[in-house]
Every structure is written in C-alpha cells, then in structure tokens.
C-alpha cells in the first residue's frame, strides 16, 4: 500500500539556520513525489516535484530510492518560509495522492 | 481563469442534516479530486474522478457521494452530516495523469470549513 510518512508535526528554526523537512515513502511501484505547501490562509500549492528536478523559492528535493525518502532542503531558512508543508506520492495513472500528515515550519526573527 | 473555485467558504450543519459542497473549475480538466483536511491526519482523498461520468472511491468515502455530470463540476454531497465529518474540504483539478510535468500539476480550491454540530 502506498504511505507517506512524514515524522515531525513542527519543526521550528530561526531566520538563516538550515532547514530539512523529512519525507519517508512505501510504493511498489516508480514513485511520483511532490512537496506541497499551504501559507497561512492560503490555499494549498505545489512547491515542487522531484521529476523536474528544480529549486524553487531555495527548496530543494532529492528522491533517494534506497532509502526511500524525499526531503526538503533549504540552506537559509526565511521568515516567509513558515508554512505547512505536506509530503505526497502520486498514483501514476489515475491522479490519486496520497499526502503525509504535513509538517509545521516556523522560521522566528 | 478563475482555477478552481468551491462554495461555499464556511457551512455549520447539525448531525443529519444535508448538503452539497460545489467545486467547479474552468481549466478543462479531466481530473477532479476530493480531499478532507484534518489536524494530525494531513489531506486524505474521499473522492476522485477521471473525467465526466466516471467516479471512484479515494480512502475516506463512507458518507459522501460524488457525480461528475460535466467536466467543470464535481459537487460533493453530504446525506446526512455526523460529526466527524467536522473538516475542512479542498478541491483539486488537473489535467492529465499524474507524471511529474508541468502542466500535470493539480490545483487546488480555496476550501470548505464544514462544522456539524
């Protein structure tokens, strides 16, 4: 069955220290693997996915298909980075996700 | 493009009662999905479809029904609202299968804050 795990509830860093969001995946299959963030009163939207390879707003993710995992990295976390982050695994074909419970950051002054 | 867009923003509801969550969205997608957001259990899929005409059950459909009459329109109905279904309700839309492009990307709705009291 497909699973997302994603450890920590909060994670909470000052302004310029290093963030890692952790993300930890079951699948059988070839996993497709996304980070979604939530803003304060805002909609959920996708950060990124790790097909593309990309780095957006400084995050990055790497698919480490040994450990099965998919962390978020940020060298310089911003106040602005405070969001919910959640972990999702996609069902290739049939557009299901399925999300990890979401991690709180919060970046302080 | 107005994306996706859910109505309405906010309903209290008491146990038993009825009602119908509205999603629409304007992208042509073939895609629709319903999600339940709740503290500590992240967004859990109720409900998706693959195109107008055809529904099926995500991992949390006990209680709601879904018909997907037209591409634009994914409602989502309450038969009889219990307490536990106390959530906030997203929307998502997107346009092919899910392959990590660009354009695969789901959107998501505003969301619905549902209390039933």
């Known amino acids: 069955a497909q699973r997302v795990t994603q450890p920590e509830k909060l994670l909470s860093v000052f302004k310029g220290a290093p963030v890692e969001l952790k993300c930890n995946y079951s699948?059988?299959?070839?996993?497709?693997l996304f980070w979604y963030v939530q803003y304060s009163r805002q909609r959920l939207q996708l950060l990124l996915r790790h097909i593309s390879r990309e780095s957006i707003k400084g995050f990055t993710a790497d698919l480490n298909k040994g450990e099965t995992s998919f962390h978020l990295k940020k060298p310089f976390a911003q106040e602005e980075d405070s969001a919910m982050y959640y972990c999702a695994l996609g069902d290739t074909g049939f557009q299901k996700l399925v999300f990890g419970t979401g991690t709180r950051l919060l970046v302080s002054p | 493009n107005a994306g996706v867009t859910q109505t309405p923003k906010f309903q209290v509801l008491k146990t038993g009662q009825s009602m119908t969550l509205q999603c629409a969205q304007d992208m042509n997608h073939e895609y629709m999905s319903w999600y339940r957001q709740d503290p500590g259990m992240g967004l859990r899929l109720i409900h998706y479809s693959v195109g107008a005409g055809i529904t099926d059950q995500g991992e949390v459909p006990n209680g709601y029904n879904v018909s997907r009459s037209t591409t634009e329109d994914f409602p989502l109905r309450l038969l009889s609202a219990a307490p536990s279904q106390t959530s906030v309700y997203f929307c998502?839309?997107?346009?092919?299968?899910?392959?990590?492009?660009?354009?695969?990307?789901?959107?998501f709705g505003p969301g619905t804050r549902l209390t039933v009291l």
């Open positions: 699948y059988s299959g070839s996993p497709e």
């Open positions: 998502a839309s997107s346009s092919t299968a899910l392959s990590g492009r660009a354009e695969d990307t789901q959107y």
